[in-house]
């Protein structure tokens, strides 16, 4: 099992380049099957979701073509095989994009029950709900979820809570459904609205992403494309937080301004400068933190995604602060893992109530999620001595080449695989 090794106490200072954001890389690389053309897709981020689900789209007869570490060309015209399940998919929750993208072309699909981090309840109940509604019969038997259609027909769906995943799914099946489909309550992610785009540039006929009311014409087929993936919201701002942590000075780069707005604006708050650029945000920690209040909400709101980096950074914050996880009800397993490192820290229901302390003490501590991980690492890199972060796995899944990068601005961090390389990178900081 590989683990980080993080010598702390050295701000970040420099610059670093933003990859494709993964969320939108997973829908995006399922919707690419739709088409019996070739689709070319760039900027996607080179981490284990994204081969996972390339691997699994290949074994169902689809044509894979790795261009290069971050361009893959599909030729989805091969597939026989609508039923995707093996050991691998069965641990990423983005396998059920490929419910809605097989069942829109092939009105049919059988797709393992996704797995993904421990974070919480999160039922396919609405997904389900909107494939029924279009006209598929949907079951779960086996462990895996089964739908099929005579044909697909457009319908006014209503989704009782937003939900990205469900969201995505509906409108790639609704884009191949006959006549018009209105989603509301929709999720206006970034990556949703990427999806959108991704979908129109094959021959989809989708307007409103990015509000709360998705329309949809439903097209016969879709062709040909090349696409760019957003750059990742959330590897920007755990770049952003890390600066904040580390007393640092960031500059974020291939990044979109607005969609880290809900970010910047607690970072302003807490004392830190930031700095708007057209495709890059600065982030300069030179004074003391201050405590604030954060309350995850979906998008424009505070992102679920960025809660556990934005505690790490309010624990080493003046005062009192408390964070709100209202999406997700199991996101605050790390906070065990932090309180070795000397936080102070009590979790009452979905609240974290946070009492600032001046420095994080090295220790060693489990990453129980993907972006847990990150924060544990982000509070190894402001903590005094040497902490390892045990079951990266988990990290590995949502960022790509994440100890490299950090390297580059300055951490010294090293991946290592068993206790000798833990001490000969002990005595080499020492």
Known sequence: MEQYVIKGGNPLVGEVEIGGAKNAALAILSAA???????????????????????????IGARVERLDAHTVRINGSFI??????????????????????????????????PGGCNIGGRPIDLHMKG????????????????????KLTGTHIYLDK????????IMMAASMAEGKTIIENAAKEPHVVDVANFLNSMGANIRGAGTDVIRIVGVEKMHATEYSIIPDQIEAGT??????????????????????????????????????????????????????????LPYPGFPTDMQPQMTVVLGV??????????????????????????????????????SGVDQYTGA????????????????GLGAEGI??????????????????????????????SDEKEIQKFTLKVS
């Open 162 to 169: 937003v939900s990205v995943g469900a969201t995505i799914n």
């Open 387 to 416: 902490t390892v972060v045990d079951d990266i796995y988990y990290i590995e899944r949502g960022y790509e080449a994440f100890d490299q990068k950090l390297s580059l601005l300055g951490a010294l961090i090293e991946k290592v």
């Open 239 to 296: 770049f952003m937080l890390a600066a904040a942590a580390t007393k640092g000075d960031v500059t974020v780069k291939n990044v979109i301004p607005k969609h880290l707005e809900a970010i910047s604006a607690k970072l302003l708050e807490i004392g830190c400068e930031v700095e708007e650029f057209d495709d890059a945000v600065r982030v300069v920690a030179s004074k003391p933190l201050r405590h604030t209040q954060v309350t995850t």
């Open 80 to 113: 026989r095989d609508f039923n995707v399940d093996n050991e691998f998919i069965r641990k990423i929750r983005a396998s059920y994009y490929l419910i809605g993208a097989l069942l829109g072309k092939y009105k049919r699909a059988e797709v393992a029950l």
């Open 131 to 150: 494939f029924r509604a279009l006209g598929a019969e949907v079951d779960i038997k086996y462990g895996l979820v089964r739908a099929y259609a005579e």
């Open 364 to 379: 060693r501590v489990n990453a129980p999620d993907l972006r847990a991980g990150a924060a544990l690492v982000i509070a």
């Open 33 to 59: 099957v739709m088409t019996d053309e070739t689709v070319t897709i760039e900027n996607v981020p080179n981490v284990r979701d994204t081969n996972v689900l390339l691997n699994a789209i290949e074994e």
């Open 317 to 354: 914050a003046q005062g009192t602060s408390t964070v709100t996880e209202s999406i997700f009800e199991n996101r605050f397993k790390y906070v065990d893992e932090l309180t070795r490192m000397g936080a102070s820290i009590k979790v009452e229901s979905n609240i974290a109530i946070i």
